[in-house]
Every structure is written in C-alpha cells, then in structure tokens.
C-alpha cells in the first residue's frame, strides 16, 4: 500500500510540469503584449521596454519557462494585477471556502444519491425509480447556472428560506480561523448562531453544484445494486432470514460500491469546473469567483494559478479515491 | 489457408456495414426516448435554420418603451432590460448554439481522431508523446481547461469554441487509439498488409471506417455537453459578447434584473435545458442502439 502510494505521487511532478508547460504555453498564447498590458494604456515605447525587461520578457521562451517553473517550485504563482498581492496568498485565502462548497456538495451528492439509487433498484420500475430516472437524466442536462438562478428565484426572492449570497450574514462575526471553513470553525468554536448561518448560506451553492454529480450517482447506484440484487449471495441472504435492511446495505450496497466511488471521483471534475459558475452565481468567495474577477481583469496570473490549484486537487482526490477502493473492497490490494 | 478465408477476412467490417447499420437503425426505433430526443433536436434544427425569419420581432431591436414587459400575447417570453422580444432573442439564439456545438465537435473530432490513428497505428515514440500530451490535458478538470484556455485567447465566441475544443480532443484520442490497438492485429488487417497495402491506406481505408463508428457514438453523446459549455463559458463573460442573444449571454445579462422579471434568466435557460436534454437523449439512445457493450456504466 504504502509503495503504490509512493509510485502514484512519483507520477504526480512529471504531470505538473506537463500542466505548467501547457499553462505557460497558453500565457504565451495571448494576442496582446503583456508588457503593454503591465505598463498601462498611456505607457511610452521605452517604459514598455523597460516593463518588458524587468518582467524577463525580452528572454529567450525556454529561459522564460526555467525561471517561471522554478518560481513555482518555491510556491511563486506571480502578483496578481488585481489584488495586487501575490497570488498563492490569494488562493489560500480563498481556498477554504472553495473547499468548503466542493465537499459539501460532495456530500449531499452521496446523502442524497446513493439512497435515492439504492431506493430506485429495490423498487425498480416503480414510482420512486421513473422519477429517480428522469431525474437523473435532467440532471446532466441542466445548466447548473441556470439552476442556482431557479433556485435563487423561488428559495430566496418568492419563499424567504434562505440568503441569497455570501458565506454568513454582514453582521455575523466570522468564528475564530482555524481551518477556515466557517462550518467545521463555528463548530470547534461552539458557536451556534455562526452555524447556522454559515449553514444557510451554503445550502443552495452546495446543491447548486451537486446537481451535475448528483444525476449520474443515481444512475449508477441504481444499476450496480440491480445487478448485486441478482446474485447468488443475495439469495442466500435472504434464505438466512435477515432483515431486508441488512440484505440491501450489507449485502448489496458493499458490493454496489466501487463504480459508485469511480463515478464520484469522476464526476469531482464536474463540482470543479462548477466552482466558478456556483461562486459567481452566489457571490461565494472562493478561488472560481476570485478567477472570473481575474478573467475581466485579463489578470493572467491568477487564471494560472487558480487552474493549476484545481488541476492539483483533481489528481489528488483522483488518488484519493483509488485508495478509497482499497478500502471498500478488501480483496484489492495496492 | 489464406487463400479460402481471404475474401471475408479483408472485408468483414465493411460488408457487415449495410446490415448492422440497419439493425442497429431497427433497435434505436424502439427505444422510446430516442424519439423524443429527435423531436427536441429535430425542433432545434429547424429552428435554427430558420433562424431570424423565425422570429417574430428584430432580436436587436431596442425599446425603451416596452422595458421588462412580462410575458403576454405581444411578447411570449416577456422583453429585456432594453426592451427587446425575448422570444425572438431566444429564437435567433437556437442558430449560434447548434453551430458552436458542431463546431466545437468538428475541430476535437478531427484533432482527436488524427492524433489517436497516428498513436494507436504508427506505435512507438509517436504515441508515447501524444498519449503523455493527453494524460496532461486530462488532468485538467474539462471546465477548468477550457476557461482557463477561454481567459487566455481573450472573449469572444469564436475563442471559446476553439477553447473547447482544445480541451475535448484528447477523449477522442484516447477512444481511438485504445480501439486501433485492438483491431491492428486483426486478421483483415494482417490480410492488408500482406497484400501491400501501404500504411496510409490500411489506416484510412481499413481502420478509419471501423473507429468511425465509436467516434460518431462518442459525438453524439458529446454534442449536449458542447453547448453547455460554450454556455457556461458565454456565462461567465468568455465567449459571446452582447448584444449577441446567445442563451448563456443573455442569462448573464439577465441576473442584474432578475429580482423582478423571472421570464428573463428562465427562457433562454429552458433553451439550453431541451436543447441539451435533446441531445444527450438521442445521443444515448444512439450509443444502446449501435454498440450495446458500449450501454451506460455511467
């Protein structure tokens, strides 16, 4: 295990340098002169020059991708134009709170799915399991952004349940940073009335973005269980008397998992694209809302880093859950 | 040996071509959502190239008058926030949406497939740098990719279909490379080959036709999620600019005034919903119909 742990991360750094010589080829892409662009509209031929020069862009394109590749070795992402901050202090600022939504979504997508899938096999063909499909089948087909707005139209302006953005209310006190997602905060914190805000305002993005992940975990749950539901061993469970709870979660549901776990790892690519659409939607600051300012902004900076952070976390969680596969099934050994 | 079974070991695929498209023609007629997949798409089409004629006002043109009109009998869809007809926006939008969906596919699909005969036949160092130039553009989340790619060739709708599709090619890569892997050491080919056929031709005349298949199934699946994308893209402020009544556009131009006209953001939103569910129902619909082993894991 711990070897095979080894060998995944081994493969990790010949992967980031292949999606920073993308990234860097892609800043090298633009049609506009990025020495203009940081020197100002009203800047003169040699102040240009000047820019250029300080900047390193005068320097052949190769030496141009040692240093930028050494820069971010030492975690150097640039400044951002924007914030004019450095833009790893930026995401990290952000982050949390991307993280936040992502898992969040993640688990009302397991919450919510894998019991509505297993729902739809044990009662197949019935009410519950045409709904679960044609749900499922929507689902993919819905533009999540168009989806927040629906949700924003009738949750926030028609009923009142919930804010309509932001992280908590403009006069809730964020709790003490700890980890710097206010739910799991306000909880170490003891601090309720934090909670329940924090949990409001994230009801709606997290669903928002579940949506995508959502569809495609019902399908899948719904044919694993059916074709675990038909085994031998299921048989012999129910022959031995147990309880139908046991015989679908015991029994069946173990059995179901490992496509389930494949999808979900799959479809993180999904809740990761959403970021931006979601924070924009909802005005929630993480790392996709402090991207699409940076887009407006043509600060290319923080585009880069922001997709070479999410780029990062795809191939961890992608790790992660070939791990998870250990786990649930204990016959596959790394 | 060779002699008796070389008639149909050359041309199997081929010849079986007329009857399994005909078969698989019979299964995807009965299955239902195919049907109504192609009466949304079928819609669609018509739609768009109908296109402005379609429309019952000028989609450009502005009224100060008529401002955030609710729907009614004169405007169907209600007007925006610079008094056009919404349903005429819509409709003219139905045009842009398809062509950048065919498009987009069009550019992976050529890239894609080029690439992956070239590392699925030719082997060796070839493929090793195309597949290793895919595992790179896969790692990337596909929205991720195609945004960040968007940001760098600057808005516009143009730039955000070669956006996409710079980002989508490696699947079809990966397809068919991992397909010609499989059929190089087939008989038919090995027949070819022994006959002296010259690379270009096995690839093209042998191979190409049986990838083929799995690479129209692939797209028809794809098609949907390529106008999502290029909406989501034109949401965000990176592909279609205003006044173009592109759906994602006019839905980003709709959240300043949502708050009191709902028809504005939900029109143009169910037009991509149907146009996409159109597309994804007729596209796994194809995909049961012609390649069973192919039928959803997903």
Redesign the interface.
Known sequence: MAAYVLRRLALIPPLLIGVSLLLFVLTHLIPADPAKLIAGEHAGPAEVAAVRHAFGLDLPLPEQYGIYITRLARGDLGVSMLTNAPVLGDLLQYFPATIELTAAAMLLTVVLGVPLGILSAVRSGGAIDLAAQVLSVSGLSFPIFFFGILLQLVFVRDLGWFPLSGRLGIVTVPPPHVTGLYVVDSILAGNRADLASALRHLALPSFTLALTSLAPTVRITRSTMLEALSQDYIRTAWAKGLVPLRVFVHHGLRNALIPVITVLGLYTSGLLGGVFLVELIFNWPGVGLYSVNAITAFDYSAIMGTSLLLTMTFVLVNLGVDLLYAVVDPRIRY | MLSSTRASAISPPRRAGASYLRRSLRLLARIP?AWIGMAITGALVIVAAAGPAMAPQDPYHISAASKLLAPSSAHLFGTDDLGRDLLSRVLTGARISLAVGVVVLVLAMVLGVGLGLVAGYWGGWMDEAIM??T???L???????A???A????PGLSNSVVAIALSWWPWYTRLVRGQLLSMREQEYVLAAVSLGAGRPRILLQHLLPNVGTLVVIQASIDI?FAI?AA??LS????GAQPPTPEW?AI?AQ??SY??DA?WY??FP?LA??LA??GF??LG?AVRDAFDPRLR???
């Open positions: 959502s290793r130039t595992d790179v553009f790692a990337f989340p596909r929205l991720v990719l945004i960040a790619i940001a760098t060739l600057g949907g999502l909406a989501s949401f965000i402020g990176l994602g839905i709709a959240r949502m708050e709902w953001p939900t939103g991509i919903f996409v569910l994804n129902l796994n959803s894991v997903t």
